[in-house]
Nanobody, 126 residues
Framework: QVSLVESGGDLVQPGVSLRLSCTVSGFTFANYPMSWYRQFPGKKREERELVAAIANTGSIYEYAESVKGRFTISRDNVNNALYLEMNSLKPEDTAVYYC????????????????WGQGTQVIVSS
């Protein structure tokens, strides 16, 4: 059974850092590209924004423009874990963050249905 579990979300003040984690089971983590998405308040599931995506080898596919230079995606293929280091958080980063396992096509990342976690809430507010 596929399972992805996010953790690390919190209520924080602007400017601080957070590290999100995603632990997985039920599939061979090291074989799959992975990503972080976020869903802003009031937005629908299909409107989730790709935050960052990483190949199974650790090379980076892309970051959203809004997080470049502030967020870093990484993975640990030994411990089946995905991470998102978020620095200099802003109120507009407030969202539920989801990890996803996906596929690569033409050098780009594509999410796979059924490979989503339940999300972890990040609230950035003073």
């Amino acid at each position: 059974q596929v399972s992805l579990v996010e953790s690390g979300g919190d209520l924080v003040q602007p400017g601080v850092s957070l590290r999100l984690s995603c632990t997985v089971s039920g599939f061979t983590f090291a074989n799959y590209p992975m990503s972080w998405y976020r869903q802003f308040p009031g937005k629908k599931r299909e409107e989730r924004e790709l935050v960052a995506a990483i190949a199974n080898t650790g090379s980076i596919y892309e970051y959203a423009e809004s997080v470049k230079g502030r967020f870093t995606i990484s993975r640990d293929n030994v411990n089946n874990a995905l991470y998102l280091e978020m620095n200099s958080l802003k109120p507009e980063d407030t969202a539920v963050y989801y990890c996803n396992a996906g596929q690569e096509g033409g050098g780009r990342y594509y999410p796979m249905a059924g490979y989503w976690g339940q999300g972890t809430q990040v609230i950035v507010s003073s």
